[in-house]
Structures are given as structure tokens and as C-alpha cells.
Antibody
């Protein structure tokens, strides 16, 4: 069965960077893409960007364009999201989500990774 | 950016009742590229509907989606205890944006 397993909780100081991983199993990794979505405490969902696991092409949401980098490693079937220059309002749960090509909707989600930014 | 506004913010209903959730877009959603997700407390969202009306694999037929252009609706025909959750709409016709969510709570 399809599974997306994310890395564990992170606590970072303002100005630092964080890198979250998302290991996929149960399907052909390169046949799909990934989006990353975050959810601040008690808030709604916010799309951050997309990466093709086939060719590494990326599309970033305007609000994150300067601070986020998405990558994939086909050898380990893992997607990564790195967010730089962290601020307190980056405190959120970060989800990876599987997507067919650039269809735009997300059929499987990781369990989420809590990133807390605090001095 | 297309802004999605969901209403009501909270819907208080009893099991067995019908739920109608609204999602209104600030401009027309191309090709009805609209999805609905269910999120329970402490869990990741789950895809219910894509393309405004196509149920995802394994989703019970009490869930249905309808609408076009700027007005979309998720209907749950008879609420089961496990349906009490937060529901989000998402458009993917122009980048991707989510609505702010509708909480369906037990009355």
C-alpha cells in the first residue's frame, strides 16, 4: 500500500534552516510528484510548492519562493523540503502529499512533521 | 490568487442528518478543478473529491460534490459518527489555494 513517512519533530531557532524528509513506498516513486503543504497551529492549509519526482522540476508558491527548496532522491524514494531563514510564524505542521503529474490534487499524505521555531 | 471562502464556519448536526458545505471562489475555477478533503483532529487531510464531483478511491457514496464556476458544494447525505471533522476545499485551476475550512460538529 502507498505510504509516505515523514521525519520527526524539529525545534529550531529563528534564522535557522530545517530540512524535512518524506520517504515513499508502495508505488513507483518516479511516476508521481510531490507537493508540500503546511498548517499553522489551529489554522488552515497552505500550499508551498511542487516537485516532479520524474525530472526534478519545481514550482514554488510566491510566498515561499525565496526561502524554500524542494528536492527528491530517487535512489531512496525520498522527497525533501528545506525552509531557510525561519521565523516564529513558520511554526507549523509540514505535510508532503503525493500528486499525479501536476494534476493539482493530493491523493496520499504523509503523517506530518511539526516544526517549532522559538528562541 | 483565487480566494476560496467556505461557509458556514461551523455546522452543528446530529448523526443521520444531511450536511451541505459551501465553497465559493473569488473568480471562476477553470475546468472545475476543485477538490475536497476531510481532516480529523491530529491527522493528515484525506482526499474525498476531485474535479468537483469525482469521489476518490474508497470514499463512501454518501459523500458527493457538485458545482461549477465559482460555487461548489460538498454534501454528506447522512452523517455517520466518523464524519464529524473539518472539511477543506482546494482549487487547482490556478496554482493551488485552500479554503479556511468548515467544522462539522455533533449537535
Amino acid at each position: 500500500q502507498v505510504q509516505l513517512v515523514q521525519s520527526g519533530t524539529e525545534v529550531k531557532k529563528p534564522g535557522a534552516s530545517v530540512k524535512v524528509s518524506c520517504q515513499a513506498s508502495g508505488y513507483s516513486f518516479s511516476s508521481y510528484s510531490f507537493s508540500w503543504v503546511r498548517q499553522a497551529p489551529g489554522q488552515g492549509l497552505e500550499w508551498m510548492g511542487w516537485i516532479s519526482a520524474y525530472n526534478g522540476k519545481t514550482i514554488y508558491a510566491q510566498d515561499f519562493q525565496d526561502r524554500v527548496t524542494l528536492t527528491t532522491d530517487t535512489l531512496t524514494s525520498t522527497a525533501y523540503m528545506e525552509l531557510r531563514s525561519l521565523r516564529s510564524d513558520d511554526t507549523a505542521i509540514y505535510y508532503c502529499a503525493r500528486e499525479w503529474a501536476y494534476t493539482g490534487y493530493f491523493d496520499y499524505w504523509g503523517q506530518g512533521t511539526l516544526v517549532t521555531v522559538s528562541s | 490568487e483565487i480566494v476560496l471562502t467556505q461557509s458556514p464556519g461551523t455546522l452543528s448536526l446530529s448523526p443521520g442528518e444531511r450536511a451541505s458545505l459551501s465553497c465559493r471562489a473569488s473568480q471562476s475555477v477553470s475546468s472545475n478543478y476543485l477538490a475536497w478533503y476531510q481532516q480529523k483532529l491530529g491527522q493528515a487531510p484525506r482526499l474525498l473529491i476531485s474535479g468537483a464531483s469525482s469521489r476518490a478511491t474508497g470514499i463512501p457514496d454518501r459523500f458527493s460534490g457538485s458545482g461549477s464556476g465559482t460555487d461548489f458544494t460538498l454534501t454528506i447525505s447522512r452523517l455517520e459518527p466518523e464524519d464529524f471533522a473539518v472539511y477543506y476545499c482546494q482549487q487547482y485551476g490556478s496554482s493551488r489555494t485552500f479554503g479556511q475550512g468548515t467544522k462539522v460538529e455533533i449537535k
